[in-house]
């Protein structure tokens, strides 16, 4: 776990460019901050859906909004955060323990994920008041 990290957090990753176009290099332990597991990517995403409304409970992931654009809104629980993905060249942060939602994606936004662990359907709270309940047995 990365614990020095917060949902939330934004990583900048450089974008090597030259007169053919552009390049980012993703590489684990290294510009991210876990091992990367599993990759997964979200695009064709029909108009007006929203996806996600789940925490995890151990999961590190970062995302990238590698075309187009989409939001996210993170909920600790307490507080939420609205950010909105647009950019190739920046990740979104997210950690254990943060409910998750993803919308307002554009026709072309191609959403790719990346995360610490293989998919594991028992890592995910997918009740909001199982979440809440979660925080507060901790
Ligand atoms: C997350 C957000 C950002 C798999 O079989 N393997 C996988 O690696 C994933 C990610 C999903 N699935 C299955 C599970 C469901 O039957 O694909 C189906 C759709 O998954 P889900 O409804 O969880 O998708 P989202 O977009 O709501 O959430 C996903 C990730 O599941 C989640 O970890 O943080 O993207």
């Known amino acids: 776990m990365s614990l020095q990290y ?3 957090d934004i990583f900048s990753f450089p974008t ?7 390049l980012i290099s993703l590489e684990s332990e290294k510009n991210i ?9 979200i695009f064709d995403t029909a ?7 789940h925490a995890h409970k151990r999961l590190e992931q970062i995302l990238i909004c590698v075309s187009g654009s989409c939001e996210v809104v993170l909920d600790d629980g307490h507080q939420k955060k ?5 950019d190739p060249s920046y990740g979104l942060y997210i950690g254990s ?26 890592d995910y709270i997918r009740n909001y008041d199982d979440f809440l309940s979660y925080l507060k047995e901790r």
Do not use: T
Request: hydrophobic residues 35%.
């Open 16 to 22: 090597i460019g030259d007169e053919r176009g552009s």
């Open 47 to 53: 108009n007006g859906v929203s996806r996600g409304f």
């Open 97 to 122: 323990d943060c409910w998750r939602v993803m919308k307002s994606f554009s026709k072309d936004c191609v959403l790719l994920v990346l995360a610490s662990s293989h998919y594991d359907e028992s």
């Open 6 to 8: 917060s949902s939330g």
């Open 82 to 86: 609205q950010v909105n993905l647009s």
């Open 33 to 41: 901050p876990f091992k990367i597991a599993r990759v997964y990517y």
